[in-house]
């Protein structure tokens, strides 16, 4: 198992930049492929960056891609998203995920989540 903790999260204005952490306990962190969604109040969680095992691969959704950087450092148990030029459509709730056997964006199929940080970007 895999516990996974969020920060970075805040308020900041419109085409500012802010960098989410997801810590991650345990000493097999390299195996899981770990994943950002987002969250606003009655929608289903949104898919926003992936990164595999090794960080060699990522994968971004049409709406962050050229903004958002994920990447990871295993000899931190942490993977990061670094969000530039924000806009208010990223207002959501950041999570992280985990899993072990699972390489795609479908948040369903994802066991392991941190409990969440929110991000809020005025205009």
């Known amino acids: 198992q895999v516990q996974l903790v969020e920060s970075g999260g805040g308020f900041v204005q419109v085409g500012g930049s802010l960098r989410l952490s997801c810590a991650a306990s345990g000493r097999t962190f390299s195996m899981y492929t770990m994943c950002w969604f987002r969250q606003t109040p009655g929608k289903e969680r949104e898919f926003v960056a992936r990164?595999?095992?090794?960080?060699?691969?990522?994968t971004y959704a049409d709406a962050v891609k050229g903004r958002f950087t994920i990447s990871r450092d295993n000899a931190k148990n942490t993977v990061y998203l670094q969000m530039n030029s924000l806009k208010p459509d990223d207002t959501a709730v950041y999570y992280c995920?985990?899993?072990?056997?699972?390489?795609?964006?479908?948040?369903?199929?994802?066991?392991?989540w941190g409990q969440g940080t929110q991000v809020t970007v005025s205009s």
């Open positions: 990164i595999s095992r090794s960080g060699r691969t990522t």
């Open positions: 995920a985990a899993d072990l056997n699972y390489d795609g964006t479908n948040s369903y199929a994802y066991d392991y």
